[in-house]
């Protein structure tokens, strides 16, 4: 499954179609959606998440929900999974060119081993959309009724309780509308401003308002209910145009005593984010602007229930073989295929209208876990503890990590300042180690559960080395 045939119809210069790229291949959930699409003739675009792609299907009638209704499905090329929620005008002379509307999506689990079903081309299915329901097939026709071979399929509803007669199983007709924006296709196609040009940033398509928030809005997660205005130190003032993070001072000795919070050192790009009204920019500390290299770290971000912001993190990726390296990350930034992004999230200085940076460390951490949703793929709350410092550093040692960031509780945040309330220490040996992939984290917890670590044998294979978690959770983890 790729993309090939996909980008070679496309001019993304000009398109405002998202150019993508293979996605992970989940074990767990997997997504549908469905776009109404009026491009030269109006048409739904059936579309399946497997193996990291939407399979696709151009069904010209649409879906009904009458088990005798055989809708003939167009089998097409495999769109990424980001154009799933793609809804907007395609321009024209473009491929495609029309506009196109999210009608429905949701998730799909299949019957069976669903790559083996799809070769075959006998697809059982339930949908759990937020229009469509219930079990569905799509069968590949061997026929000539349809003139183009094996590229002809049927989709057909299954006779259950979710199955309609007549005029009842009209979905397409009683529920025309988009189930990201609730507008029309006249609405949608009016609307010239939600367009995605893949030659602009991310941050430049959500303040065009390529995409639509609305139906995000509804799946964030509560907007933070710690009133802002009672935090010690806080002070109401406009968002900065710019932020330089604050720096820790490189030390020998993790520092003893109480009131540090250790946080683990990442081996990434240390990277800010600046929110306004849903539009993102990802700024390195130099100011370097990294946003159309970060997409979905920046979409991932402007899910955030955040007005306006400034969030302080590193950028690091676990590869296809589970290791995480500044070398990897180097590679998953040149070429976006390669590996999947992770933003650790730990720092807040500013939201909703409120300068934070005089608000003590611990505070500030409390408002930041409150904005990030527990299972987000891409955005992740660091391992903090709040414990003896040795203790940490050995253990992140012990476990090959690079080192420590030990930060006092109660510090301030401080623009562009190299500061000694922050200390940051390297193991001295450091066994190349590798963080292999994370647990979820359980119940109350956030961030993750555990690191999962393993460590290169001779001859390059790669064995689990153990679980990093209990060390960093069970003792003094704020929150
Ligand atoms: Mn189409």
């Avoid at 005089?358 to 391992?383: A, Q, T």
């Amino acid at each position: 499954m790729a993309l090939e045939r996909y980008r070679q119809k496309r001019d993304f210069g000009t398109t405002p179609e998202p150019r993508g790229r293979v996605g992970a291949k989940k074990k767990g959930q997997l997504s549908f959606v469905i776009q109404k699409h009026a491009a030269s003739h109006l048409h739904y675009d059936f579309r399946l998440e497997l193996g990291g792609v939407l399979l696709s299907w151009a069904v010209p009638k649409g879906p009904s929900l009458d088990p005798q209704d055989k809708r003939l499905a167009m089998h097409v090329e495999d769109h990424p999974l980001e154009y799933g929620g793609f809804e907007g005008v395609i321009p024209p002379k473009q491929y495609g060119a029309g506009t196109v509307m999210v009608w429905d999506r949701g998730t799909w689990t299949p019957q069976g081993d669903p790559a083996e079903a799809y070769a075959k081309g006998r697809l059982k299915f339930q949908l759990d959309g937020e229009k469509l329901k219930g079990g569905w097939n799509l069968v590949r026709t061997h026929g000539s009724k349809y003139g183009n071979g094996k590229q002809a399929w049927l989709l057909i509803k299954e006779n259950d309780e979710f199955a309609r007669r007549g005029v009842d199983a009209r979905i397409v007709d009683d529920e025309p509308n988009s189930v990201l924006s609730g507008r029309s296709l006249d609405d949608i196609g009016r609307k010239r401003a939600h367009v995605w040009h893949s030659n602009r940033s991310v941050a430049e398509n959500v303040r065009a308002g390529a995409v639509s928030t609305k139906k995000k809005a509804r799946s964030k997660p509560a907007a933070s209910t710690i009133s802002l205005a009672d935090l010690g130190g806080v002070k109401p003032a406009p968002l900065p145009a710019t932020l330089t993070p604050t720096l820790a001072t490189l030390v020998d000795a993790i520092p003893a005593g109480d009131g540090w919070l250790h946080e683990i050192k990442y081996d990434g790009y240390r990277m800010v984010c600046r929110i306004e009204r849903g539009s993102v920019r990802i700024l390195s500390r130099n100011g370097k602007d990294w946003t159309s290299a970060l997409g979905t770290i920046g979409e991932a971000v402007s899910r955030l229930p955040v007005k306006s912001a400034w969030i302080d993190g590193e950028v690091t990726t676990v590869d296809a073989h589970g290791r995480t390296s500044f070398q990897v990350l180097q590679n998953a930034l040149a070429d976006p295929t390669q590996g999947s992004l992770t933003y650790f999230l730990f720092d807040v200085p500013y939201l909703d209208g409120y300068d934070l940076r005089k608000v003590p460390l611990l505070e500030r951490k409390r408002v930041l876990k409150s904005l990030v949703p527990e299972s987000d793929p891409v955005l992740r709350l660091g391992v903090e503890y709040l414990g003896p410092g040795k203790e940490f550093l050995a253990q992140a040692c012990n476990l090959g990590l690079e080192g420590a960031v030990s930060k006092r509780a109660d510090s301030l945040y401080r623009d562009g300042v190299r500061t000694r309330e922050w200390l940051k220490v390297k193991c001295a040996q450091r066994q190349e180690m590798v963080i292999g992939g994370f647990t979820d984290p359980q119940r109350s917890r956030r961030g993750f559960g555990a690191l999962l670590l393993g460590v290169y044998e001779p001859g390059g294979k790669l064995r689990y080395a153990g679980k990093v978690g209990t060390g960093f959770d069970q003792k003094a983890r704020i929150g």
